[in-house]
């Protein structure tokens, strides 16, 4: 009598999650060419892709990823049971952050795939994957570190260290000094004369409709505005830099460094 052939094992259920920071190297494309890999790895492992995950601009130092968070908590539904990546750093850049979010999808029966990194459940990958999260890591922080650098040596130098200059100030595009905005620093004047002079934010709002001044921004000027304004340290000369603590050091903004670091 023949032997009858074993059912074929059901290909497990797939999503993949796809990120990019958004620095100088990375954009829309960097996502394309994630997908395009991950695709082509699902279909040779006779998988398909049930579901993307997307976060684009945020940097994979943090878990505060909104995408990435749905996908955490999605697998707890079982609808899926592996999270297919181009690159482990895709999924973090944070070692311990790798390995708790990791160990959470494991509890609800999901592993995490790469396609570049080609790991299993032996007992050597357990060590590589170790290797290649902690040169990650590795890679973000020096990276960020030399960033910082540059950045503290443009302070030093007086030079722009970005964001947006205040209303008034522009950056020059060849010495990458602040300097006077005309066009904008006349209402940056009249806010003053007419604060110095004792009038209220009412009279001050009307007269710079009336002249048809904007914010930076190209609004109407309300009265944060224009407190703001008066408030920033930057029209009187002091520009100070490296004064606080990265947020996603100290999830807090607000907290500030010693002041023997401040430029």
Request: charged share 30%.
């Amino acid at each position: 009598m023949p032997r009858k052939k074993a059912p074929a094992a059901e290909a497990p259920r797939l999503v993949a999650y796809y990120r990019y920071s958004g620095g100088s190297r990375q954009t829309e494309q960097s996502i394309e060419g994630q997908r395009r890999d991950c695709e082509t790895y699902a279909r040779i492992h006779g998988m398909v892709i049930l579901h993307e995950y997307i976060d684009r601009h945020i940097s994979g130092k943090t878990d505060d990823r909104p995408e990435f968070q749905q996908m955490i908590s999605d697998a707890k539904s079982g609808r899926f049971q592996v999270v297919l990546v181009h690159k482990l750093d895709r999924f973090s850049r944070d070692r311990y952050d790798s390995a708790y979010y990791r160990h959470e999808l494991k509890k609800h029966g999901v592993t995490v795939r790469s396609v570049i990194e080609n790991l299993d459940d032996s007992p050597e990958s357990v060590i590589l994957q170790s290797v290649i999260e902690g040169m990650n890591e590795y890679y973000s922080r020096n990276l960020a570190r030399e960033t910082m650098k540059g950045l503290k040596e443009n302070a030093y130098n007086g030079k722009h260290t970005g964001g947006m200059p205040p209303l008034g100030y522009r950056v020059d595009p060849e010495t990458m000094k602040i300097r006077i905005d005309e066009n904008e620093a006349n209402a940056v004047r009249l806010i003053f004369s007419m604060a110095d002079e004792g009038k209220k934010y009412p009279d001050i709002l009307a007269e710079l409709k009336s002249r048809g001044f904007r914010t930076k921004m190209g609004k109407t000027f309300t009265s944060t505005s224009v407190h703001d304004i008066l408030r920033n340290e930057k029209y009187i000369g002091i520009c100070v830099y490296n004064r606080r603590v990265s947020q996603s050091v100290a999830n807090n903004s607000r907290k500030f460094k010693d002041k023997s670091e401040w430029i």
